[in-house]
């Protein structure tokens, strides 16, 4: 099941920036989606433990570290921000660059997105994101399944992202875009909550 689409118009980043605040939307090739509600504390405890670990392995180094909700523009090319047909919010992001971060939010691609699936955003994360991601030269990108302890890999060759990296949420994982950077994945695991 996918998010819920705001109407069938198509927008860009300057209509998005005027819209309410009670409601969160990504934009995708213009197309508004709806985002879910308040996600689960297994989802905000694999974002909040991947996050601290990258950050400290980023320490004293040029990329930063970001966590949703923050605007990702995916321009197209040089358009003006408000023109962008393209505005995510991946779960876990780092931007090496420090030109593309500015206060509103990022402008071009992450080196390293994440997203952290749930019952409301899996089909999306897997198939709308991943071709915006791709488009938009996203170096390496990450599906994480709390529920089934999966983690999905995507890597940006000559010809795109090509066939995934598909393991289990144990032992160890190279973030392959920065280097040093390893999550260790049994300190995350054991947080998780396996009943409601």
Known sequence: MGYALR???RYRYGDYRRWPDDSRYELIEGVAYLMA???STNHQTLVLELAFQVRSALEGGACRILLAPV?????RGEEADDEVDTVVQPDVLVVCDPAKVVLRGVRGAPDW???VLSPSSASHDQTIKLVAYERAGVREYWLVH???RVLTVYRLGTDGYGKPDIQELTGQTAVGVLPGVTI???PIVSRLLTTD
């Not at 605007?71 to 321009?75: A, I, M, R």
């Open 184 to 186: 260790r994945w049994e």
């Open 71 to 75: 605007d990702v523009l995916l321009p």
């Open 113 to 115: 997105a994440v997203e």
């Open 7 to 9: 109407d069938e118009r």
């Open 37 to 39: 509600p308040a996600p």
């Open 146 to 148: 709390p529920t089934d």
